[in-house]
């Protein structure tokens, strides 16, 4: 017994020492660069057939064959993945989103290559260049772990003693700090990053190398099981070496000595494939209950395409999915899969697509859908009867739809890198625990319902099947949801600031998207006769989001043409060419980040002004009689009356919109009413929808005091970040009609205190009340329904939509409905000429500033929250936003800003705070308190 334990104690420790080594990769390549390296095991994978073609194939000695692929190979792979890949997008400016989908890419494209290159099959002679003892290799972890950890550490002594640090890794700090500004500083920042990518590399082919030869060789196996050990890294927070270290070793002799524990009962099999998989069950753990790592991703959406593809396209993606109509024999039998992973990919498009949620585990629901799908019609599923095909294809997505709260629930608290780990988690749970194990799928077979036996009798089906799902996605891409799910993909704060119910939305995107993928994974599994577990393995799912990216992520029709590509390439060519192919396409995504039609609509662009300069005189008097007949000059727009709700225009000022043809009537009037006050509005706020009528909480008792009380108020509000307090009892009020302005110092706590009021930033002590109600607990978009809008410091509007949708978006959420609203907004803040049809990407500041605040606007606010207006404005359009907010206030709308520009708060405020190390050390009217204060010790 005792041997046993040290036998597997031993192999244990060998398990260990590698998944450390991938531990001590996957950290030194995000400490240097920022990155996730998701392409770590291709590398590793990589590397070991490279080994092995160098020894086996070619005959080299081992230390020959062995010093070409770690000391040449896979240093130069990460120098050259660093330059062609990941420098372009740093310089860029490093958006987690694009550089996430850049690292699967390369994944797919080295299991592409290598499945082209090596063959699909897997291989049992991989050299081994260590002795089965784990002894060389604990060492050699041990090693490179201290040596890098003396590198790594900015500091040699403790984090207070600066000075005593490597100059590397001081370096290496400030690169992925903020690489502009190291570069600036004289850091050769390609040079550091290059450093990190080599060594991670390095660590990588150490790590298939050693691996190689204890587990099958596979361009698929391989990877999948080296990435599966990245919960390691996680653990250690994406820093702590020693902690990678350990747990890695840790769980390595824990999974051994796992194994020979044997149970007994109905979940014994899957207490025991825990214990096997013990990695997996770590980097659940890791993945869905720590908290998510990668806290720089503050906005990580997937490339999204613009605008409906040409109708041309449309047309010849119609004709490409009815020609296997005409097909025969094996062809016929080959296009059966296109629908089907068609139906799959628009899954995709749903939650990555639409919803902007990052997905690496929509193979999963894939595989639940036609193993649900196998089980109910077999009679196996537990507690149901047998039912037809058909029916159990639809009982299936019925059961796996709710399942989509599997990586739902997680991505309501996590974005980017984070999200992107949780999902790729629950796919390779899922495959492990489920789609690999005999208690689920021993002997299961799955037939094709009655009446589509013959391929192409259930190709039309898929059709039909396909037109349904194709409907199901452009419902979910329409009207209000659909508005609501591309605001939360373009920016998920001003989604939530317009109201939007940004937690339910994404479970309803991942709730659809799941169906979606079961209805697809079902079809895929009666299109094969039978349940295939490795037709939905996690690189299938990394493979089908990568595709889905690259071609478009919001694109129905990408999506289409993802799926014939997929399945035709793979058919038609030797395997991994299609993989091959979609990797090519995602490293190079980031250089053209609006999908394909985007880019080919910018190159149509570029190409249209050379065009017309080629135009005769005559040509071009032809052409400008031409429009003039089509598109008649459009009159001054007359003098309009007020919008409901502000009344008494006394005051017009036409302000440029830049966005706006000259000459076509695109003259702001955002700032031409300077209405009078109306009246008796401090009450009670109206209802919204039956909503504002019932308190926020019950229980709650309402503050109130004799006098009128203020709209909304902060009573002793206290926030601390680690050591540090940001606000020390702070406490105001913002009164209906009044504009109350904050000001201060940087750092002085402004930003903080606004976040408390708006709801992004609970706080750890005092009480945020609206009307008297306690609103602390309330999340944004709860608070945004009550009545308190907010705009943004950086500016927060969703640039695939238009500017009116953008306006209407607020309508839709706000405190009061009304579809009237979005024309009030839109006319009192000027943007009712042609610009209300632009997408908001790509307009200037001033007219995005005026679409948040319209957009703020139209949801009826009965208190509205402004974080530096004037950020970007001109001095002109700073006076008419002074207007506009003088006119807002004046119809009893109560007006917080916080605002660096002292001259615009001295004319606009009725009240000023001023802050101070996180409290309020003066308030009181705009004039005696600025004075008393000292302007130049409160202008940043
Ligand atoms: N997420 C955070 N983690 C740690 N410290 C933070 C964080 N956010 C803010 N701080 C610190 O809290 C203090 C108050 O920050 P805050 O942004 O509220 O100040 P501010 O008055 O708005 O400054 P500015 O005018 O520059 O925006 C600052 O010292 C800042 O460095």
New binding site residues.
């Given amino acids: 017994m005792a041997s046993l334990t040290y036998e597997l104690t031993l192999a244990g420790l060998s398990v260990g020492s590698a998944a450390a080594l991938t531990g001590v990769g996957l950290i030194v390549t995000y400490r240097a660069t920022g990155v996730l390296n998701f392409a770590h095991g291709a590398l590793a994978m990589v590397c070991a057939y490279a080994l092995r073609q160098c020894v086996v194939g070619w005959g080299w000695p081992l230390w020959l064959g062995a010093a070409v692929t770690l000391v040449v190979l896979a240093p130069g792979l990460g120098v050259l993945l660093e330059r062609c890949v990941f420098r372009p997008l740093a310089v860029l400016g490093g958006d987690p989103a694009r550089t996430l989908v850049a690292s699967i890419g390369v994944f797919v494209l080295l299991v592409g290559g290598a499945a082209l290159v090596w063959g699909p099959g897997a291989r049992d002679d991989a050299p081994r260049l260590v002795p089965d003892e784990p002894w060389v290799q604990l060492a050699v972890v041990l090693v490179l772990a201290a040596g890098v950890g003396t590198v790594l550490r900015p500091s040699g002594g403790r984090w207070w003693t600066p000075g005593r640090g490597t100059r590397f890794g001081i370096e290496l700090r400030a690169v992925v700090d903020d690489r502009q500004l190291a570069v600036l500083g004289g850091i050769d920042a390609d040079r550091v990053a290059a450093a990190g990518w080599a060594f991670g590399s390095f660590t990588a082919g150490l790590t298939g190398v050693l691996l190689a030869p204890y587990v099958r060789l596979d361009p698929y196996g391989l990877p999948l099981l080296v990435m599966e050990v990245v919960a390691v890294a996680v653990a250690a927070r994406m820093r702590s070496l020693p902690v990678a270290v350990l747990v890695a070793l840790g769980l390595g002799v824990a999974q051994s000595q796992l194994t020979r524990v044997h149970l007994s009962g109905r979940a014994a099999p899957l207490l025991e494939a825990a214990g096997t998989n013990l990695f997996v069950v770590a980097l659940l753990v890791a993945a869905l209950v720590l908290p998510g790592v990668g806290a720089r991703d503050t906005s990580p959406r997937p490339a999204a395409g613009r605008g409906p593809a040409p109708r041309g396209a449309r047309v010849a993606v119609g004709a490409l999915f009815l020609l296997p109509l005409g097909f025969t024999g094996t062809d016929l039998h080959l296009a059966v899969r296109v629908p089907a992973l068609g139906v799959v990919l628009l899954s995709l498009v749903v939650v990555t697509g639409r919803g902007g949620q990052i997905s690496l585990g929509q193979a999963a629901y894939a595989g639940l859908g036609a193993l649900f799908t196998a089980l109910l019609a077999a009679g196996r599923f537990p507690g149901l009867p047998r039912v037809p095909e058909l029916a159990a294809l639809a009982l299936a997505v019925l059961l796996v739809a709710p399942l989509g709260l599997l990586t739902g629930r997680p991505a309501i608290g996590r974005r980017g890198l984070a999200l992107a780990l949780a999902t790729f988690a629950v796919g390779v749970g899922v495959s492990r625990f489920v789609f690999d194990q005999p208690y689920a799928t021993d002997g299961l077979s799955l037939g094709r319902p009655a009446g589509f036996e013959g391929d192409r009798a259930y190709y039309v089906l898929e059709l039909a099947l396909l037109a349904a799902a194709l409907l199901f996605t452009r419902a979910l891409r329409a009207g209000r949801t659909g508005r609501a799910l591309a605001a939360l993909r373009d920016h998920e704060a001003g989604a939530a600031a317009a109201g939007v119910p940004v937690p339910s939305l994404k479970l309803l995107a991942f709730v659809c998207g799941a169906a979606l993928a079961a209805l697809g994974g079902g079809l895929l599994g009666m299109g094969l006769r039978a349940f295939d577990p490795g037709a939905y393995d996690p690189v299938r799912g990394l493979l089908w989001f990568a595709a889905v990216v690259v071609l478009g992520a919001d694109s129905v029709l990408g999506a289409l043409v993802a799926a014939a590509l997929l399945v035709g390439l793979d058919a038609g060519t030797r395997g991994g060419v299609a993989a091959a192919l979609v990797g090519v396409l995602a490293v190079c995504v980031g250089r053209f980040p609006g999908g394909p039609y985007e880019a080919l609509r910018t190159a149509a662009a570029r190409l249209r002004p050379r065009r017309a300069a080629r135009l005769t005189p005559l040509g071009a008097r032809v052409r400008a009689r031409v429009h003039a007949r089509v598109r008649p000059p459009r009159p001054p727009t007359p003098h309009r009356p007020a919008v409901a709700g502000v009344t008494g225009v006394t005051e017009m000022t036409a302000v440029p919109d830049a966005a706006a043809p000259r000459g076509a009537g695109g003259r702001a009037r955002w700032a031409r009413q300077r209405p009078a006050r109306r009246p008796g509005r401090a009450g009670k706020p109206p209802a919204r929808r039956g909503a504002a009528a019932r308190p926020p909480r019950p229980g709650s008792a309402p503050v109130s005091g004799p006098g009128p009380h203020p709209v909304l108020a902060a009573r002793g509000l206290r926030v601390r970040?680690?050591g540090?307090t940001?606000l020390d009892g702070v406490g105001l009020d913002v009164a209906a009609g009044r504009v109350t302005a904050v000001v201060?110092p940087?750092?002085?706590?402004?930003?903080?205190l606004f976040h408390c009021l708006a709801g992004t930033l609970r706080p750890a002590g005092g009480r945020v009340l609206f009307d008297g109600w306690d609103v602390t607990r309330l999340p944004a978009h709860a608070r945004t329904r009550l009545g308190i809008a907010r705009t943004f410091q950086q500016l927060a509007v969703f640039p695939t939509l238009t500017v009116a949708e953008n306006v209407r978006i607020g309508a839709e959420h706000g405190r009061i409905a009304d579809p009237a609203a979005v024309e009030r907004a839109l006319r009192l803040f000027g943007l009712d000429g042609p610009v209300r049809t632009l997408p908001a990407a790509g307009l200037p500041t001033g007219t995005l500033r005026r679409v948040e605040l319209a957009r703020a606007f139209a949801g009826a606010p009965r208190v509205l929250l402004l974080d530096e207006p004037a950020a970007g404005l001109d001095t002109a359009e700073v006076a008419a936003l002074a207007r506009v907010l003088r006119a807002l206030a004046a119809d009893g709308t109560a007006l917080l800003v916080v605002e660096?520009d002292l001259d615009l708060v001295a004319g606009l405020a009725d009240v000023v705070h001023v802050?101070a190390a996180g409290r309020v050390v003066a308030s009181g009217p705009p004039g005696g308190v600025l004075d008393a204060a000292g302007a130049r010790e409160v202008r940043?």
């Fill in positions: 970040y680690g540090f940001a201060g940087n750092g002085a706590g402004k930003s903080t660096h802050m940043p």
